[in-house]
């Protein structure tokens, strides 16, 4: 016999059995989350959601479904939320030739004079006031 060569009885078929039942399970058709048993919830009823900040101003109520800004009823939402002259020309998201609270003026005029039964009375104090000291 050489020696670079295995003996004979090296590799038994009882030594290399293990090799015949060692598997990863990468291959494996059956699915291991098949025992879990999928929970249902009975109790789907859909809220209505109310964070309790509904309030009425002038006898109106607010819309807060309203198209963003520069859409006329979106600044006609800012109106009614009562925000100032200089406000509402910074967030109104239109061009005016005016600056400031000139612009948010001319803004203003648009929803009134396209709406005329529309009542409109000036708040005492514009929800955005701290935001435009800011600045």
Not at 58 to 63: E, F, K, S, V
Not at 88 to 94: F, I, N, S
Not at 103 to 117: I, Q, S
């Amino acid at each position: 016999m050489n020696p670079d060569e295995p003996e004979a009885d090296e590799n038994t078929p009882e030594e290399e059995e293990w090799q015949l039942y060692a598997t990863a399970g990468y291959a494996a058709a059956e699915d291991p989350w098949d025992d879990l048993v999928e929970i249902e919830d009975d109790e789907e009823e859909e809220e209505e959601w109310f964070d309790g900040d509904d309030f009425e101003t002038n006898g109106q109520t607010l819309d807060w479904d309203s198209p963003p800004c520069p859409a006329p009823l979106g600044i006609a939402h800012m109106i009614r939320l009562g925000t100032c002259n200089h406000c509402l020309h910074r967030v109104g998201g239109r061009r005016t030739e005016e600056i400031g609270e000139k612009g948010g003026a001319a803004l203003r005029l648009r929803p009134l004079l396209e709406t005329r039964n529309w009542k409109h009375s000036r708040p005492q104090l514009c929800p955005l006031w701290r935001t435009s000291s800011k600045m």
